[in-house]
């Protein structure tokens, strides 16, 4: 009887996890974490400091692309949206984000014409990047933190904003 009601416990924590939309995310996170390699990188801490966000303001207010756990520090300090973030319900748009950061450079200029995103925002010491970028080496969360984007994005300077990356989208 003990047995049973441990078995159905843990069977019932395990489905919950799959099915909660954070679920995949830590999921990825256990999979594609590298064993003693930290990710922050060179302002890794500053770059998501609203004070340092706040300057985003100074581009119009639009859609941006960013990675799941950045976003809410964006909607936050900034005037602008984001795709998804990590507490949002909506799987489709959270599966877009990871799919824009892990994926081809065709499949991620369609997440961003679909989404209207106007920008991509990226923190090189973000740690959902560095994860993203271990699960997919040839992917734009590995290249865009290098400088290295596709030709449909141009890079942006945003007055005062440090450690971040910007780009927009060249419809």
């Given at each position: ?10 069977l ?52 941006v ?32 984000t ?8 065709r ?22 990047l ?10 734009l ?31």
């Amino acid at each position: 009887m003990i047995r049973i009601s441990l078995l159905r416990v843990l069977l019932s924590t395990l489905a919950f996890m799959v099915l909660l939309p954070i679920g995949p995310v830590f999921l990825a996170l256990a999979l594609f974490a590298p064993a003693g390699k930290p990710h922050a990188g060179a302002g890794g801490n500053l770059c998501a400091a609203t004070a340092n966000i706040a300057h985003m303001n100074a581009l119009p207010a639009s859609t941006v692309m960013t990675t799941l756990v950045f976003s809410p520090e964006l909607i936050f300090a900034s005037h602008h949206s984001g795709v998804s973030a990590g507490y949002h319900r909506n799987v489709t748009s959270m599966d877009d984000t990871l799919r824009f950061f892990t994926g081809d450079d065709r499949s991620a200029h369609d997440i961003m014409l679909r989404h209207h995103a106007r920008y991509v925002l990226v923190c090189p010491g973000d740690g959902d990047l560095g994860i993203l970028a271990n699960a997919a080496p040839n992917g734009l969360a590995a290249r865009l933190p290098r400088g290295e984007a596709p030709l449909w994005l141009s890079p942006v300077a945003v007055p005062g904003l440090q450690y971040a990356r910007v780009y927009a989208v060249n419809r």
